[in-house]
Antibody, heavy 123, light 107 residues
Framework: QVQLQESGPGLVKSSETLSLTCTVSGDSLKSRGRFWGWIRQPPGKGLEWVASMYDGGTTYYNPSLKSRVTMAVDTSTSQLSLKLKSVTAADTAVYYC???????????????WGQGTRVTVSS | DIQMTQSPSSLSASVGDRVTITCRAS??????LAWYQQKPGKVPKLLIYAASTLQSGVPSRFSGSGSGTDFTLTISSLQPEDVATYYCQKYNSAPLTFGQGTKVEIK
């Protein structure tokens, strides 16, 4: 069974950089055709796709966040990472990592999700 | 970018009622449409993909239909455990936009 577990600082100061990691088990980040993503959900609001990384390291970012966000994969530790710089209160959210289903061969729906990590940006 | 619009934003129905949620894409996305269920305080769960394919383990009272720009999620007989917010998501190409969600409650 694929499992994902996010970890993060919980509290970040405004204008600083948010760094999150996601540890994957039950699947291999090295496997061909494995794609991974991040989604966030502000308190009381809907889901917002943040970023995805595809086979070979190609990354796609939400256009509204593109200038501030970086996603990476470390296959040696089976971890995904997400960095979001110059955070504001609007970046306060639960951040989820998730696996794209391997059925599509590219852009795909998310079939496994982590439990999410709550991030609050303080002034 | 393609926008995804769900309607209604919320609904209240009785146990046993048939419930329909609509998702409209601002441009055609073929059948690259997924539906998720998020119960209060929980992680989103995949219900349907490819517009109409039920994810393994999802009760058969859930169904999806549509293609192109108009899609529906139907709960044939609403159950108390179906209280949740439902989201559609397009995945034909990035950005992988979600709809704004439809909150389903029991009357």
């Amino acid at each position: 069974q694929v499992q994902l577990q996010e970890s993060g600082p919980g509290l970040v100061k405004s204008s600083e950089t948010l760094s999150l990691t996601c540890t994957v088990s039950g699947d291999s980040l090295k496997s061909r055709g494995r794609f991974w993503g991040w989604i966030r959900q502000p308190p009381g609001k809907g889901l917002e796709w943040v970023a995805s990384m595809y086979d070979g390291g190609t990354t796609y970012y939400n256009p509204s966040l593109k200038s501030r966000v970086t996603m990476a994969v470390d296959t040696s530790t089976s971890q995904l990472s997400l960095k979001l710089k110059s955070v504001t209160a609007a970046d306060t959210a639960v951040y989820y990592c998730a696996r794209h289903s391997p059925n599509c061969g590219g852009d795909c729906y998310f079939d496994f999700w982590g439990q999410g990590t709550r991030v609050t940006v303080s002034s | 970018d393609i926008q995804m619009t769900q309607s209604p934003s919320s609904l209240s129905a009785s146990v046993g009622d048939r419930v329909t949620i609509t998702c409209r894409a601002s441009q055609g996305i073929s059948n690259y449409l997924a539906w998720y269920q998020q119960k209060p305080g929980k992680v989103p769960k995949l219900l349907i993909y490819a517009a109409s394919t039920l994810q393994s383990g999802v009760p058969s009272r859930f169904s999806g239909s549509g293609s192109g720009t108009d899609f529906t999620l139907t709960i044939s007989s609403l159950q108390p455990e179906d209280v949740a917010t439902y989201y559609c998501q397009k995945y034909n190409s990035a950005p992988l936009t979600f709809g704004q969600g439809t909150k389903v409650e029991i009357k």
